[in-house]
Each structure stands twice: as C-alpha cells, then as structure tokens.
C-alpha cells in the first residue's frame, strides 16, 4: 500500500483531488447513497448541505474509511482507491477529520495537545517525555498563530470554551499535515464571535488544504462557500453556487423552503 509520509509531495494538485463514483451504500434495505458522484478540485472549499438523512455523515465514513460502499469507488488524486485502504492508511496519506463534537485531551494544555497530534503513533507517554525538535517547535507555533490560541499554550485544553476546543481540534488535524481536511458542523453551539472566527480560519486554510464542510448553518455556509453541493435522499440534488443553489426550485423545495 502506497501512504503519503510527512513532507512527501503527491502530484495531486493539478486539478482534482477527490473523485467520488457511483457510491452506493444500504443499511438494512435502506439506500444511504444512491449512485452518488461528485468531484473535489484541489485547494477548493466545498461546503456539502442537506437534510437530516441525506447521506452527508455517509459519504464522509466512506472517505474515511468507516464504512465500505456496496458499488463505487473514491479516489485520492490520480493514485490511491480510498475504498481499498484501512482508516489509519487513509490518514496517513494525507486525509483528516473533524468531527462535530470536539476531542482533545483535557488534562493537557494547548502545546502538548498539538505535541501528541505529531507525535500521536508514539504514544502518549513517549510523546510527552520526548525531546523537543526545533522542527516541531517551529511547527506547534506555526499551527498556533493559525488557529489564533497562542495566548493560551499553557492553558488546559478542558478549561477552553467550546470554540476554543473546536479550533484546537483542527490545529492537531493541521499538525498531521492533511492535504484534504473533513469538517464536520464545525459552528454547532457557537458564538457569533466563534462563528466568524471560524469562518475565517476554514477560509484561510483553502488553497494550501482542500477544505469539506458539512454544515446546517446556512448563514455561515453563505459566508464561506465557494461551491456548494446538496444532497437529498443519498443523491446530488445540485451543485454550485451559493446563490444558484439557494435559487435552485428543487432546493427550496427539500431544505432551503423548510
């Protein structure tokens, strides 16, 4: 199996990086997806909306390596079959996720949260006991000045508001160094100052990262969205614009007229 190392450039930046084909997948007599396609342009921030049921969580466990399709495949770039490879395999050739609710260690501060994340096949203990690069300093701090907690290193990470810890949380995503970055409802329970902030972090991260967004918050996805694609019932209802989408009859009438 060919993995992506860390510093490792993959020829993937000349047009698409994600091919999704003909994904279908069924639980228990249920179609999940439904001959789903769609196509990812490197560097590009894709926001991916619908109702509850439309095969968004899906969709993003068949990237990752969660779940295996019934018939389709996924490619990474122009090189690997995302459907053939293990979930730690999938990671470590360049993909990362977030998920809605945020995970970090609590009882460490910002710093060694984004230590463990570079460190984390090491293990815990090694990680916190082991010497310091310059290389890795460098990068923590790179990382920090991103997410905007370099205020707070010593702070730890249980004691962050919510925001806080979902910022947190992608800056360990970044400190594996992920070409693609899955985020999952990233703005659920936030601030309208988080709200912005988060927006602007996700925006920036587009171009040197691919970014996929899943989120409800059509508000926020109006500010971000470059591309928008909608599911409906494990289908592509309709792809493009924010304002051709919102303008979309089919839209208005499964979600946006809701």
């Known amino acids: 199996m060919v993995a992506r190392l860390a510093g490792e450039p993959l020829d993937l930046y000349q047009g698409m990086i994600l091919y999704v084909e003909g994904l279908t997948v069924a639980f228990d007599g249920f179609k999940a997806l439904d001959d ?7 560097g590009e921030l894709r926001c991916i ?10 969709l993003m466990d068949i990237i990752t390596g969660r779940t295996r ?28 996720r977030k ?16 230590e463990l994340a570079a460190r984390g096949e090491k293990g ?21 000045e991103t997410v905007g907690l370099r205020d707070l290193i010593d702070q730890p990470a249980g004691t962050l508001s919510h925001g806080q810890k979902q910022w947190l ?16 409802e990233p703005v659920a329970g936030m601030s309208q100052q988080e709200v912005e902030r988060t927006g602007e ?8 990262h ?20 909608v599911l409906h019932q494990g289908r592509l209802l309709s792809e493009g614009r924010m304002d051709e989408v919102q303008n979309d009859p089919r839209v208005i009438e499964v979600y946006l007229g809701a």
């Open 36 to 42: 789903l396609s769609l196509y990812l342009e490197a």
């Open 49 to 58: 909306i619908g109702p509850n049921g439309a095969g968004k969580t899906t």
């Open 69 to 96: 399709p019934d018939e389709g495949k996924v490619f990474f770039g122009s090189k690997l079959d995302l459907t053939s490879m293990t979930d730690h395999e999938i990671a470590r050739a360049g993909i990362g």
């Open 99 to 114: 998920f809605q609710k945020p995970t970090v260690f609590e009882k460490h501060d910002v710093w060694e949260n984004l």
């Open 124 to 144: 815990v203990w090694a990680s916190l006991v082991g010497r310091r690069s310059g290389e890795l300093v460098d990068r923590i701090d790179e990382v920090l």
């Open 169 to 184: 949380e992608i800056g360990m995503l970044l400190m594996q160094d992920p070409l693609l970055l899955l985020v999952d």
């Open 201 to 208: 972090l996700l925006s920036g991260l587009a171009g040197e």
């Open 210 to 229: 691919t970014v996929v967004v899943v989120e409800h918050d059509m508000e926020f996805v109006r500010s971000i969205a470059n591309k928008v694609s």
